[in-house]
Each structure stands twice: as C-alpha cells, then as structure tokens.
C-alpha cells in the first residue's frame, strides 16, 4: 500500500532530496565547522544592516530638499508663465523668438535645452 508524508507520520526526516542531503544542510553545516567564519559573516551582515539603517535620516532628507528644488523650480516655472501671458503679444513673440535662437545655440553647442517654450494664446479681452 502506497502511503504520503501528507499525514501525520512526523519520523520521516524533511529530506526531498533523492541525493541524500537536505536542502539546509550546506549552510549548518559549515556554521558547524567553521564558528569564527559564521560569527564574522553574521556580524558583518548586522553591520551593514545598523549602516544602512544609520543612513535613512540622511537618505530621506537629501528626497526632501530634492522635492522641494522640484516645486520651486515648478512655481518659477509657473510664475514666468503667467508673466508671458500679461505681456503684450509683441513683446511675447519677442521673447519667443530669442528663446528659439537661445535654444538653437544651446544645442549646437552641445548644452542642454531646459524645456520647449509652448506658444501662449493671447490674452480675451
């Protein structure tokens, strides 16, 4: 009669391996033989982990002043936007065509373009 290691018998090892050797032996077995090895592999494992749990202040600060570069740089960019907006269209086509030439330069030049200036509608009146 065929019977499974589903039920209660608990005797049997955890062993599935038809080689013998159990899946976790490997690494008890060298704690087991080499203490001093194990101990310093597991002492540098806590120091890395107290490392990086040091860190999460700085790491978490350096994500807030970059979020708060980012939304002064978006309330410039806001701010210049509507300044556009209230010039007068001559004076507006002005600066667009210099951004054009600016950016034209910046490119032959190998610079970065900081962003495509969008043609603005005038304002209703």
Do not use: C
Request: net charge positive; aromatic share 4%; glycine share 6%.
């Amino acid at each position: 009669m065929a019977t499974n290691n589903r039920g209660g018998n608990r005797s049997r090892s955890r062993n599935n391996n038809p080689e013998g050797r159990n899946q976790y032996s490997g690494w008890t077995d060298t704690a087991k033989d080499r203490p001093f090895a194990t101990a310093a592999a597991a002492a540098a494992a806590v120091g890395a982990g107290v490392f990086l749990w040091s860190r999460r202040n700085q790491i978490s600060d350096q994500l807030t002043n970059l979020n708060d570069q980012i939304s002064a740089f978006d309330r410039v960019r806001t701010k210049m936007r509507e300044q556009l907006q209230d010039m007068h269209p001559e004076d507006r086509q002005q600066i667009e065509e210099a951004s054009t030439v600016l950016r034209k330069s910046r490119a032959s030049q190998g610079l970065p373009t900081t962003m495509t200036i969008t043609p603005i509608e005038p304002p209703r009146q």
